[in-house]
């Protein structure tokens, strides 16, 4: 959890750096291509869907039992799978080519050429699986941290090299290049470390499962890659929109608000990881009453928190890109507000979500990404047509709110509670109730007071955090679901 958390957070520092970098150097043009480009890829990545998962799963119980020969045989489907899916994105990334006028509604002002760069996106994506498939042996037999500390070590020296070529040559193609260097060495220096400290591997890794095996896995297979592949249209789908029905260079601006929604996202998402477990021991041990009781305290502290960073953002996100880009890199109100919310509903079914995954409702759910990625699509290019930014933005967050923020809860109370979900949803009301109170009182006395520069930032988070926390501790301060929670916490850190 310690190295998990540490990483992040350097992740997060060395992020900001390139960025800064490349926003001074080359501009708002150029990291309009890069995140559109990226966000494409990602899309074209969904061959890859549950063939990693499924695989290291059935990495688990060979390596407890030291069946070596077993694990020498899963590794060779890895490595054949792998090889698939590496020539079949080159295959649909090459067709993407001729289609990208339409994806591009202007084209940036770049003096390279689009469809070069196009490719060389493309090929960081390939050699992505290129000798990527052995770093699962280490995921499965718990040795990731090794896997984390390669990355680590070669994502602080692609940084240093990236700022150097920036700043030395403002060019974007040798950009690119480092990255795939990089990105092709991550794979081969975790192969080199797996093959001498697993130097048996190479003498089982030519054998192959029998027919029946494979079909266990690709049945696993099966039921992922739905659930995996809604995930990945609805996350990958709104650049392509801004882009094609609204404007490209918008998707470098919204890329810096991203950037920060999605590090402090992936922070947060950290403590819930660390929870997860838990959830899934008390789950088996504790009745439905302690389970439900549990989830309702989990969930309070889970809108405390959310609630306390999507009111702060909201009030901090604009200063704070004013302070660090500049005035030409800001989002109007309206759109900040949508991208905020859009965190809010990701966030707020963390604990829904960790108890449906603890409880083994995978079936039940595994169709709730993929309405939200069909809903995310129509209503996004509605909204792009007709509210523009906002729009594409409103859609993401309608998308969540009305697939995750009802399937998971129902599916936890039915299912698991064996009841009906209604009285969470009245909880979860009242929840956007206050978030917009709270959201309207900060704005306003921020409004009133006006202080700019780097003091206004400071003064902007006190308001924000005591608005919301004042209104918080007002409702449900004296409630014993807020006792028994905040107990929780104390009993966890002593134990610690």
């Not at 994105?89 to 760069?117: A, H, M, Q, R």
Request: net charge positive.
């Amino acid at each position: 959890m310690s190295i998990g958390s540490g990483t992040q957070i350097l992740s997060l520092l060395l992020s900001f750096v390139t960025r800064t970098v490349f926003v001074v150097t080359l501009g708002n043009e150029y990291l309009s291509v890069n995140g559109l480009f990226t966000n494409i890829l990602t899309l074209l990545s969904f061959t890859e869907l549950g063939i990693g998962s499924a695989i290291i799963y059935s990495l688990y119980k060979p390596l407890a039992l030291g069946d070596r020969e077993q694990v020498g045989k899963l590794i060779n489907l890895f490595a054949t799978a792998y090889r698939y899916i590496a020539i079949t994105i080159l295959l649909l990334g090459l067709s993407v080519i001729p289609f990208l006028d339409l994806i591009i509604s202007d084209v940036p002002d770049v003096k390279e050429n689009i469809t070069l760069l196009y490719i060389l996106f493309l090929l960081n994506t390939v050699c992505s699986y290129i000798y990527g498939y052995k770093k699962s042996l280490l995921i499965a037999d718990q040795k990731n941290y090794i896997v984390i500390a390669i990355h680590t070590a070669l994502n602080i020296l692609l940084v240093g090299i990236q700022v150097v070529i920036l700043y030395l040559t403002h060019n974007f193609i040798l950009f690119l290049v480092a990255f795939i260097v990089v990105t092709l060495a991550n794979n081969i220096f975790t192969t080199v470390y797996v093959n001498k400290k697993y130097a048996w591997i190479s003498e089982y890794e030519h054998l192959k499962l029998q027919v029946e095996e494979r079909q266990n896995i690709f049945f696993n297979i099966k039921n992922i890659i739905i659930y995996k592949l809604g995930s990945v249209i609805l996350n990958g789908s709104s650049s392509i929109i801004i882009s094609g029905f609204i404007k490209t260079t918008l998707v470098g601006v919204c890329s810096n608000y991203s950037l920060i929604i999605n590090a402090i996202t992936t922070i947060i998402n950290q403590g819930v990881a660390g929870i997860s477990a838990s959830i899934g021991n008390y789950n088996v041990m504790a009745s439905k009453e302690d389970n439900e009781n549990t989830f309702k305290q989990l969930s309070l502290l889970s809108f405390w928190l959310v609630g306390t960073v999507s009111v702060s953002m909201s009030c901090l996100l604009t200063p704070f890109v004013y302070l660090w880009l500049g005035r030409e890199f800001l989002l109007d109100d309206i759109v900040v507000v949508t991208l905020v919310l859009g965190f809010y509903v990701l966030m707020i079914n963390s604990i829904p979500s960790s108890y449906r995954t603890a409880m083994g409702l995978f079936k039940e759910a595994r169709f709730a990404p993929l309405y939200a990625a069909i809903i995310n699509i129509a209503f996004g290019i509605i909204g792009a047509i007709y509210l523009e930014l906002p729009g594409v933005f409103i859609a993401t967050v309608i998308a969540r709110l009305f697939t995750y923020c009802i399937i998971d809860p129902y599916f936890v109370y039915r299912k698991g509670f064996d009841k009906s979900p209604k009285s969470y949803y009245g909880r979860f009301i009242v929840w956007m109730v206050l978030l917009f109170a709270s959201y309207f009182i900060s704005h306003l006395i921020i409004d009133w007071v006006r202080i700019s520069g780097l003091l206004g930032l400071i003064f902007d988070a006190v308001i924000s955090i005591l608005s919301f926390n004042v209104i918080f501790l007002a409702v449900y301060g004296k409630t014993t679901e807020m006792k028994l929670a905040v107990n929780r916490i104390r009993k966890n850190i002593l134990h610690k």
